[in-house]
T-cell receptor
Framework: DTGVSQNPRHKITKRGQNVTFRCDPI?????LYWYRQTLGQGPEFLTY????????KSRLLSDRFSAERPKGSFSTLEIQRTEQGDSAMYLC?????????????FGPGTRLTVL | AQSVAQPEDQVNVAEGNPLTVKCTYS??????LFWYVQYPNRGLQFLLK??????LVKGSYGFEAEFNKSQTSFHLKKPSALVSDSALYFC???????????FGKGTSLLVTP
């Protein structure tokens, strides 16, 4: 399978705990994106990497959220001191970055439930 | 700022009939427009996109979309609906110079036998 993969698929945690999600993009894709989707809504952009550089962050990304892409391959999204409002589906996408080929392909998502 | 509106929460259509899922957008400059489909408990699957060129774009699974600049619309269409097309459909826009996709809230398509 050469698509975007995300782990874990589901995470249940207690309020106040830290959680970390991993995203493995399609190989050769140098752009990586994180989105958050809550029930009944479309995905909302969180942050974007080109290679290892984090180039754009949404205002939705509070200081409890941090994302990294250390070697320009996989990425992690960490949420510290989780709150019930963080419960959502976290989606990762990747794209090639070349003109005309910048379609974002999405992974299956990580569903976070904060109790 | 860029935004997308999907005016219908749900569209119901009988199998074999044509379907249309509506989308209007707002963006500064030339838009990149996308349609994605989401099945239950799964990520988004890319259907088609408009970048430039022909206003009628053909995509996966027999879907097509028509870009109308004057009406700022990008409606998704299919000539003959299948029960298996039942899913959640999202329209998204990206500014030419941007990276982030702005999604609509989605339209649930139900195709009945």
């Amino acid at each position: 399978d050469t698509g975007v993969s995300q782990n874990p698929r589901h995470k249940i945690t207690k309020r106040g705990q830290n959680v970390t999600f991993r995203c493995d993009p399609i190989s050769e894709h140098n752009r990586l994106y994180w989105y958050r989707q809550t029930l009944g809504q479309g995905p909302e952009f969180l942050t974007y990497f080109q290679n290892e550089a984090q180039l754009e962050k949404s205002r939705l990304l509070s200081d409890r959220f941090s994302a990294e892409r250390p070697k320009g391959s996989f990425s992690t999204l960490e949420i510290q001191r989780t709150e019930q409002g963080d419960s959502a589906m976290y989606l990762c996408a990747s794209s090639h970055g070349r003109a005309g080929q910048d379609t974002q392909y999405f992974g299956p998502g990580t569903r976070l439930t904060v109790l | 700022a860029q935004s997308v509106a999907q005016p219908e929460d749900q569209v119901n259509v009988a199998e074999g009939n044509p379907l249309t899922v509506k989308c209007t957008y707002s963006v500064s400059g030339n838009p990149y427009l996308f349609w994605y489909v989401q099945y239950p408990n799964r990520g988004l699957q890319f259907l088609l996109k408009y970048i430039t060129g022909d206003n009628l774009v053909k995509g996966s699974y027999g879907f097509e979309a028509e870009f109308n600049k004057s009406q700022t619309s990008f409606h998704l269409k299919k000539p003959s609906a299948l029960v298996s097309d039942s899913a959640l459909y999202f329209c998204a826009v990206r500014a030419f110079s941007g990276y982030a996709l702005n999604f609509g809230k989605g339209t649930s398509l139900l195709v009945t036998p």
